[in-house]
């Protein structure tokens, strides 16, 4: 048991990063509010560099900063999960990066580390990540971008290792006001319009209530793949195209660059409990961007009743963070399994979690999510590095298409056959008709995301998945028809409610059945009818 306690001590984090420790690190804490430049200047300073990281939240702000470094002439690479790409080829490395945090590389040096969003680091899933790019980027200066609630931690985990943080402190670029009332009628929805949902069905709700009003938005959720998100982040901004309201959830809350002049909250709770007041502040603060047609923003709510709560939320101050996450590494988990060779890998993360040692300023990050993958894979045959990585892999297995799909993957490794594109198609058996149902665009959202996860495990393990390549073109045609299908069916919806529906399956009238009128619903029923009447002779 001591032996145990020793090695899950994680006291001094600071200590796992001896290149970093070798450097006297000059931090820089750029603070401010959304949308106050903080990231601009950060990146400045990250280009002028001679060599540079940026270390961003999603995907997609790393390839923005990637294709924006590349277009104003300081050439860049990236680095995601699932992803490499060079501004020349892989002989010639550029000299600065752009990656998600979880892929900073801390024995690489470099001159400048920007850390954006690092409020994150109150993070229960995600947090480690920014204590780790925080305690271990090895950079002459440290460029954190955040909130003025992470300005304390910062300072109290960098105090013993002897950094000083300098804090340059941001206003907000644009007004935010929060208006009077709430809207309370689906008539009153203007232009620059972003309707923020927590839940997937309440985005199709919302859509189809906005379509009685002959109003076609444009949507986005954490599960669409990064290019429908852009391509309805860009048909919104576009001042020509006719879709100028949005209907997104918090996926928005952090990155996309969108013209939205008022955000209005479907309401205020994600599942049954209230969102934090540091969220609803990011997700107001997406109201009203610097230089763009709506530099004013506005926050409210759809029903009336809400707006009350929604100012007291916005007016509740921002506790200071008072832990950074923690998780435990591969070499900890590893040194477990020497001490309890009997012990399966769920069992060895339960003692782990129970036995670990923290000080203050620290909390361990929940490893829920990679217990639930361990459990899946539990009797399958594999080396402890195998396993960690597939456990540790960003797969969401809450479907049965994308469970079945992770544990395939692991049977088939453990036998030592290498996961070629046919066997994946083999196990997929995709339908790829563009989809006419929602139920047919979730499950095409299930393949991305099985391919997604082919990537990141090709990343790590090429040998053993070689076709990289095609699996990336294959996700990209996936991708293609998903914003199709969005596009499609909430075209289907609104110009013709009747269109297209003929050749739709029962799956598409149980959508119809929710929140529609009768008169209508009669006419699409007799109309299904006749339909499967005449397919029937
Ligand atoms: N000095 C500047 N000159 C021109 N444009 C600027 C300047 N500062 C910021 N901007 C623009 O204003 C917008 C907001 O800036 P930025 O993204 O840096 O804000 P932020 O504080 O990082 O916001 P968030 O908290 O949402 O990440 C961006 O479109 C950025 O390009
Ligand atoms: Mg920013």
Redesign the pocket.
Known sequence: MDDLRLISDLKHPHNWYPDARVIQRKIFF?A????????????KRFREAKTGVYCGPLKLLAAEVFTRTNELGVACDMVTGEERRYAVDNLHPSAHLSSTVEMLSTTMRVDVAVI??IQMLRDEQRGWAWTRALLGAAADEVHL???FAAIDIVKKLVAPIGEHVEVIE?E??SKLTIANEGLGKYDKIENGDCIVCFSKKSIYYTTKKLDEYGIKPAVIYGDLPPSTKLGQAAKFNDPEDPCNVLVATDAIG??L?LNIRRIIFNSLARQTELIPNYQAL?IA??AG????AYADGIATTMRKEDIGTLKEILAEPIQPIKAAGLAPTFDQIETFSFHLPQASFVRLLDMFMAVCSLSDHFFICTVQEMRALAEMIEPINLPLKVRYTFCVSPLNIDHKLTATAFVRMARRFSTGSPLTYDWLESVLQMNESPPKTFEQLAELERYYEVMEEYLWLSLRFPDMLPDEEIVRLKSKEIDQLIEEGVENLLLLMTDNPMQGKLVSSFDSLKVQLVPDSFGKFIRIFTIQALFLVLKNR
């Open positions: 750029h401010g509010p959304t949308n106050s430049g903080k990231t601009f200047s950060a990146l954006d969003e971008c955040g909130e941001y907000r670029k952090m990155g660059n990011q603060g997406r961007r610097y230089g763009t």
